[in-house]
């Protein structure tokens, strides 16, 4: 059995659940973060017996912020029904923004500072902001001393006609000024995936998220969405693709290095506007409540590299060194999740883990991590087909794997996920028995 | 402990109303004597440069009127000299040379809202509490301390008719926007506020107010003949809806009418015998007394035994559920499942309530993040999961025993031991849905009337079985819900259902005689009902009371009645009422016009009708005995209940007072011979209840 570090509090996640995550520019394109993410936890409120007045801390991931609601784990949570005494913050660690939300939310339970945490994520990439010009940003502030109205001819100087021109933000590594899709694209040169093997395992995301999504797999994990004004009820994700071919995935081009690069469309997660929220408890305040916590969530870490030449690779770092800490060998595990922000990107990191070469160089040690079994990873689809709301993926991932685990009659589950910034997460999970 | 604290602050006096012992202000005559002392003091002493009103109480500024002090004064002549003490007062203040500044917070009604107008600077919190009103008119008065001199003068006359002859509520950036209120400030700033207006008037003289009325407006109201048309179409109006049957929104009108003839001193001077004479009426009475029942009801009798309700569970989430959902989040407070059995259905319901809040946040009565937060007390749902959490389910399904029945083993299925039953049935007896349940104990009857959001009465139905705090818990929650509660005992139809059956059966039984529709509406909304039996029959639907009928029959067969089988006719033939656009009346085309096609069920089209007094008494001596026959037999616990009953649930007229007080004002004696007088004539089914022909011998009262 595993050797997991003893705390005098153990964190349980008791249940987890999702808004269906839906294309930008579709069913939520009028709403703001804010709204996604209060009907999320409203949605996980709802089914559960807890009063809301007894959560200790609302903490919630959101990268993209909408400059009206920047503590949107406050204003979720007030919108949400949740009392005013109930303090929220908010996380941004890109698209491991809800995960380090669950971990800042354990480390709280674990050092006996809270018993209930609410844990989630909320993005829209819908309405992003989209900026003007700093010239032109500038002269507005200005204006704001004219005093007469003369003053205000003033405005006009040195302004071109670009300076009028919206300025729209790109994913792009503020760092290094690489695009994210370019970077895994490199990344998957270096690792030797081709363009092939991304677009066979985004066709596998697709079709495993359509087959999860028929058989009622993933109904634990969603809530439906009810979307103001109409109220029009949204009950499934929409961004996956079940009639996706071989064929079509090879017609398309590449999108960010041309005309060789292997990185396209068809295989890499689209934009998506989505929120998540779970219910992380002391595990003797759940069972005093009489709830059955689904998982316990056990080590985790963090990990960085260069935001260049390893944008995404954090979980090839993340994974050993949390199997490490708990004493658990790649076999222990029953379940795994890893983020698929590109199909290049998850089996770069897959390659690495099994490389003999990766884990010398990079990993200092011996012998390669070891090869994930495919039969074990994402099997309900992931952030390739369900889609990527960046703040709200990482509750998404360690919801599924809970109920995977519990479904599969599993032990352990082990979730990883990349994130820009060079930044990589890994957690254990152990099934509550 | 006095009414009025009065302190200074950079010399303005500050006074502080704060009535003891009260959780609301209202103007009586120790503050009304104090305020007489305060102005003197205030002429007199150079050092205060004049004064700020504020409220000591949270959420309320003056509720109106003391209305015991308005009900110890019976005769017209005492009123009005009620209202000239108020006026002297109002007078001085107005006449002050020094600044009064009011700051109001929370409600501001009636002779609060006038005594604000005498004042020289309005000043009110933006905060959703803050309402203002003159609802004189809804207790049969005339606003009588300056209502219907000053509100006029100062938002236009059309304004100040519409809100005086409905009472309808004015909210705070609306009153700003209209011109009745000078300032908006938040709630902490409003004494600060006050004292800087006091300054600025003192300094700069009296406040220069913007005319906030409409060009039209202005056109109209600025001369005599464009006045003569406001106030005739005002009277066209009101007579259109009152049928004459209640004067005071006329005297309104009048007097208004007669300050812009004569000016407003003479104005001032004629409304205190107006409001004297509005006052000693039959109908102002009545209206009081029914105040008063609905102030009482409010008390919880078993306030001891109530047991915390935090999430309710709304199953059906059609007009009745999302009407009941509704006032629960949002009146009361508490969180809800709305279950039914598709989401869609389920959300339909949550949308119907969003929509209200949505509305009512564009009318910047509250923000939009206040709609979703309030929006989100409620969650539509087609499953029992997480009703282990619920203290009360209030089932709304479809009328019928069986299905109720199996509802009440299903949820006794997921719900904990303590979790309260609760049907919405308008006529099924409770013990028979509680027959075969698990918690009979925990079951109970809580009657909305529909629109669930606008009709004020919540009729509680107990079987012997029902345990005291289930009482209790359904009774706080019903005033928490805003509702006036009555509990009486279960029986086939209850008590309102039982009391309309008849009514509605002698309707049909007029129109099968040969009655016309339209002559049977108007009869009745002539009497004073809101609605007519024939409008009536449609908004409920031929099905519902075919399925009324059906579960009453035996109770008035026994007494030798005749029942109607029309309604069941008009259903097997596939007439359903307004639901399926085929009822009394066509709702297709834009007028709303009588169905004639429905006359071939009646005697065909040649319509011949009785003397209009005969009809309106047999159809409402129907309700009334009725009710009479419910005290005997124990479903009604008192005559106040049945009054409150049957005004709230049923529109009875309210001026009349209820049943019990139409009897009472028309006596025991006439009513019974009118009631026999039928019976002869059309059969025993108008043989009066017992209790009533004793009162009758012996000259009793109910009240």
Known sequence: ?433 | MSYINITTKESVAILSLDKPGEKVNTLDESMMAQFEEFLETLESDDSLKGAVLISGKENNFIAGADIDMFKARETAEDLEQLSKDGHSILNKIEASSKPFVVAIHGSCMGGGLELSLACDYRIATNHPKTVLALPEVKLGVIPGTGGTQRLPRLIGIQKALGYMLTGGNIYAYKAKKIGLVDELTHKDALEEAGIKAVHKLSESGPHDRKDKRSFVEKLLEGNPVGRNIIFSQAKKKTLGQTKGNYPAPLMIIESVKYGYQKGLKKGLENEAPLFGEAGATSESRALVNLFFGMTDAKKNPLEKKVSPVQHIGVLGAGLMGSGIADISINKGGYSVLLKDQTLEAAVKGEKVIWDALNTKSKKRIITPFERDQLSSKVTGTDSYEAFGKVNLVIEAVFEDLDLKRKIVAQVEEVTNDNCIFASNTSSLPISEIAKGAKRPENIIGMHYFSPVQKMPLLEIITTPQTADWVTATAYEVGVKQGKTVIVVNDGPGFYTTRILAPYMNEALLLLEEGASIEFLDKSMKKFGYPVGPMALLDEVGFDVAAHVGETMAPVFNARGGKSSMKAQELMDAGYLGRKNKTGMYTYDGKKKESNTNIYSFFGGNSRSNPDIETAQHRMALMMVNEAVYCLQENILKTPTDGDLGAILGLGFPPFTGGPFRYIDRHGAGAICDLLNKYSEKFGPRFKPAGILEEDAKNGKMFY
């Open chain 1, 1 to 433: 059995m595993s050797n997991h570090k003893e705390h005098p509090f153990n964190a349980v996640l008791v249940d987890g659940a999702r808004i269906p995550f839906l294309k930008s520019g579709t069913d939520y394109n009028d709403l703001m973060a804010y709204d996604l993410g209060r009907m999320a936890i409203q949605g996980l409120l709802a089914r559960n017996p807890i009063d809301p007045s007894s959560i200790d801390r609302v903490i919630m991931g959101n990268v993209i912020q909408e400059v009206r609601t920047s503590n949107i784990a406050r204003e979720s949570a007030l919108g949400a029904g949740i009392p005013n005494s109930v303090p929220a913050f908010t996380i941004a660690m890109a698209c491991i923004s809800s995960n380090q939300a669950i971990t800042s939310g354990v480390d709280l339970i674990r050092s006996g500072q809270a018993n209930i945490i609410l844990a989630s994520g909320t993005e829209t990439m819908s309405d992003i902001p989209i900026r003007f010009k700093k010239k032109f940003r500038q002269n507005v502030l200005a204006a704001r001393k004219y005093k007469s109205p003369l003053e205000f001819l003033k405005f006009f100087k040195g302004l071109g006609f670009k300076d009028f021109l919206p300025e729209l933000p790109a994913i792009a590594e503020f760092s290094t000024g690489e695009t994210m899709g370019q970077s895994a694209d490199r990344m998957a040169a270096r690792f030797g995936v081709s363009r092939q093997d991304q677009d066979e395992f985004a066709m596998r995301s697709h079709h495993l998220a359509a087959k999860a999504t028929k058989e009622g797999l993933l109904d634990e994990e969603l809530i439906p969405a009810k979307v103001p004004p109409k109220f029009e009820v949204v009950n499934h994700d929409n961004g996956f693709r079940e009639d996706t071919t071989m064929e079509k995935l090879g017609k398309l081009r590449p999108a960010f290095i041309k005309p060789h690069g292997t990185i396209t469309a068809g295989n890499a997660s689209f934009l998506t506007d989505g929120a998540s929220a779970c219910l992380i408890m002391e595990e003797q305040t759940a069972l005093l409540l009489g709830l059955k916590p689904k998982a316990y969530i056990r080590e985790y870490n963090f990990v960085s590299q260069d935001p260049g030449d390893e944008l995404l690779l954090g979980p090839a770092y993340a994974t050993p060194k949390v199997l490490e800490t708990m004493n658990l060998a790649l076999e222990d595990i029953d379940v795994f999740e890893l983020h698929e922000a590109f199909a290049g990107q998850v089996l770069s990191v897959l390659n690495a883990l099994d490389s003999q070469e990766f884990a010398k160089k990079s990993l200092q040690r011996d012998n390669k991590v070891g090869q994930i079994p495919m039969d074990k990873l994402n099997t309900l689809g992931g952030s390739l087909s369900l889609g990527h709301p960046f703040g709200a993926t990482g509750v998404r991932l360690v919801t599924t794997a809970a109920n995977r685990l519990i479904r599969e009659d599993g032990t352990f589950a082990l979730v990883s996920a990349c994130a820009a910034g060079g930044q990589g997460h890994a957690v254990i999970l152990e099934r509550y028995k």
